[in-house]
């Protein structure tokens, strides 16, 4: 049963400091998102990949953060300096892109908390 | 006007009723959506594909209406465990990406 992986699970940091969260796409896809999920926003797309190239990081602050695909088997996004309003649910996902319509399968998620 | 909107409810139905959300849209180039489901704490999961033609699996029925721009979902003898939040799907940016709705929140009572 493949999966979409994420890790961490959960992050506690304070304010100013880098935060790392790592993703591990199902194999075979070629299209990588990243989400992030408040109460308040919902689900905005952050930024996204096809065949490792980034193709879109409209959604994203460019001051802090940084998406990044090192090989198909690992996508990164790093916040730096993190701070308390970037507290939140953070995805992965990952789809067989085809054209403009697919399917896209969610990883659990890294909660986020920045104090 | 949000290029993908929902009710967010929360829709409370009695267990075993019928229950219909909808999700319009506004980019009418727009030709393939999904629904997907979120319980609370966990990540979103696909439910089903709309198609130009709809789509049915069992219990769950969607449909695209093009002339009126939205998509519906449509649950059948609801379940306790259908109760969710259900998040619709759209293509936008010029059909390079896609959009969630902010999710309708359902919650099936005894």
């Known amino acids: 049963d493949a999966r979409v992986t994420q890790t961490p699970r959960h992050k506690v940091t304070e304010m100013g400091q880098e935060v790392t969260m790592r993703c591990q796409p199902i194999l075979g896809h070629n299209t990588v998102f990243w989400y992030r999920q408040t109460m308040m926003q919902g689900l905005e797309l952050l930024a996204y990949?096809?065949?490792?190239?980034?193709?879109?990081d409209s959604g994203m602050p460019k001051d802090r953060f940084s998406a990044e695909m090192p090989d198909a088997t690992l996508a990164t996004l790093k916040i730096q300096p993190s701070e308390p309003r970037d507290s939140a649910v953070y995805f992965c996902a990952s789809g067989l892109g085809m054209g403009a319509s697919y399917e896209q399968y969610f990883g659990p998620g890294t909660r986020l908390t920045v104090t | 006007r949000k290029e993908v909107e929902q009710d967010p409810g929360p829709f409370n139905v009695p267990e075993g009723a019928t229950v219909a959300f909808n999700c319009t849209y506004s980019n009418s180039a727009s030709q393939s959506f999904f629904w997907y489901r979120q319980d609370c704490r966990k990540e979103p999961k696909l439910l089903m594909s709309?198609?130009?033609s709809g789509n049915e699996d069992g219990r769950f029925t969607a449909q695209l209406n093009r002339a009126s721009q939205y998509i519906s979902l449509l649950i059948r003898d609801s379940k306790l465990s259908d109760s969710a939040t259900y998040l619709c799907?759209?293509?936008?940016?010029?059909?390079?990406?896609?959009?969630f709705g902010t999710g309708t929140q359902l919650k099936v009572e005894l």
């Open positions: 990949f096809r065949n490792r190239a980034p193709l879109d």
């Open positions: 709309v198609y130009s």
């Open positions: 799907v759209g293509p936008t940016g010029g059909g390079n990406k896609l959009t």
